[in-house]
């Protein structure tokens, strides 16, 4: 492991805050597209209300874990608070009962992912294939886990992206729907967990919602790598269990407002998962709704592109072109599902303006260093260049769905994209050691 001990005999401080509010975000994060209807047939209608409460109901916990963080400057977390609160035997026992809890997270989810995808992609197949696939899976994560750290919290970070992407598609897409309506709130303590229903049913549900906020506890196993103040790691904690918590409601407003109460009776086609997914399948022709998705990604892009070029700069490109290739090479697929083509497509609008300032920035600092008297003329021929491109690829779009179909467009995009994977490479090759690329 890269992280190993620093020459005074503490662990390396390499972590840093957005690091660890990422980690711990992520560990909290539930895949909720697929255990949605558990958690609707908890507090039906008002689920939404009822993570809400519940996010304000465990932050006094978080703030307890937030002073005993910044009192005890090492990791250890439930180990060291009980061992020195009660008793070693007590801390021995804590630790390992927590440990125990959080070796079947891992399992779960990554089953959960791969399940999920199966369903999305509508892949008939076997419950042994699909633990054989999750299995591998997870045996890849945890060898990364084990070499770097740091990498694990980057793919952690992507796929917590992703998402929460999900999930905010969906809700956009519920809402817009035009089949969304408060009407459908009239049930709004519904629950399955008592005999009967009403409120103290919809209480007891709600108080089973609280398994999808654990994971703040992580943050203070990695204080003591923390390249930050120790006090700041409230701002982790509180930060990822608001986060998360926001997004849980909107989500589930915008579920509890389409007509999905038959589908998690029993016999609904989504009593066993996936409320989301299918009630987007039952809405059919709904595709329009993406436009208003793809322009909010369009938007996000924009204003993401200036945080990249000072950042980054021009180092970003090659992965931004293999995101935008690999999500054209996947349109073809994804679009047989209004969930996985909305996902492909929100991805594509977030990174499709994300070169603009990192371009536009390296080219005036190569004109401004090295031909000065012709900054404006580099300014304008970016410009220039940028339109000759979406000319280009306009036009060819044109002529692939007049001949090939629309469906084809994104394997025709591909090609140039694995163009410009090309000369990226080669641009960040050829310039000069130690210049500046951003």
């Known amino acids: ?13 390499s972590l840093k805050l957005i ?16 255990w949605d209807s558990v958690f609707y047939g908890y507090c039906g209608s008002g689920t939404f209300l009822a993570f809400a409460l519940m996010t304000v109901a465990i932050l006094p916990v978080a703030l307890v874990y937030s002073e005993l963080a910044s009192l005890f400057h090492t990791s250890g977390g439930e180990l060291i608070y009980n061992t020195v609160g009660i008793n070693k035997h ?19 989810a990554v089953m959960a992912i791969v399940q999920w995808m199966f369903h999305v992609l509508h892949i008939q ?8 696939v999750a299995l591998v899976a997870l045996i890849g994560y945890c060898a990364l886990s084990l070499q770097n750290v740091e990498i694990a919290g980057k793919i952690q970070l992507y796929m917590l992206m992703f998402a929460i992407a999900g999930c905010i598609v969906a809700t956009v897409a519920f809402l817009f729907s035009g089949v969304w309506s408060f009407d459908n709130f009239k049930n709004f303590f519904y629950s399955q967990v008592g005999s009967h229903f009403g409120i103290p049913s919809w209480i007891i549900g709600m108080a089973l919602l609280i398994t999808p906020f654990f994971g703040f506890e992580t943050v203070p196993q990695m204080v003591e790598e923390g390249d930050f103040p120790i006090k700041d790691s409230n ?25 999905v109460q038959p589908l998690v009776e029993e016999g609904g086609a989504a009593v066993n998962g996936f409320l989301a997914i299918t009630m987007m399948e039952q809405l059919g022709g709904g595709w329009g709704v993406f436009a208003v998705i793809f322009g909010i990604a369009a938007i996000t892009s924009n204003v993401s592109s200036g945080q990249v070029a000072n950042k980054t700069g021009i180092r970003m490109l090659p992965l931004i072109y293999v995101i935008q290739t690999v999500c054209l ?17 929100f991805i594509l609008g977030v990174v499709m303006y994300l070169l603009n300032s990192p371009l536009q920035m390296h080219f005036l600092k190569i004109a401004t260093r090295e031909h000065p008297a012709c900054v404006n003329l580099a300014s304008s021929l970016i410009s220039v260049f940028f339109n000759f ?15 090939a179909g629309l469906r084809f467009v994104g394997i025709g ?13 080669i641009l960040l090759q050829i310039m000069k050691p130690g210049a500046d690329i951003r």
């Not at 492991?1 to 401080?13: A, F």
């Not at 690091?19 to 697929?34: H, L, P, Q």
Request: glycine share 16%; with cysteine; charged share 5%.
């Open 19 to 34: 690091f660890v509010y990422t980690v711990a975000t992520g560990s909290i994060f539930t895949f909720v597209n697929y």
């Open 90 to 108: 007590v801390g021995f026992l804590a630790s390992w009962l927590i440990m125990a809890a959080w070796i079947a997270v891992p399992p779960s």
């Open 235 to 259: 701002k982790a904690i509180l930060g990822s269990i608001v986060s998360c918590g926001i997004v849980y409601s909107l989500f589930f407003f915008g579920l509890g407002g389409m007509p």
């Open 413 to 425: 995009g591909a090609i140039p994209g694995i163009g410009a994977i090309i000369c990226a490479v």
């Open 125 to 132: 197949s076997s419950f042994l294939l699909i633990e054989g």
């Open 329 to 345: 090479l996947l349109l073809p697929i994804a679009t047989h599902n209004l969930v996985s083509g909305g996902l492909v497509l």
């Open 389 to 403: 491109g979406i000319a280009a690829g306009s036009a060819m779009g044109g002529v692939i769905v007049k001949y």
């Open 1 to 13: 492991m890269e992280n190993k001990q620093n020459k005074g005999g503490g662990l390396n401080k």
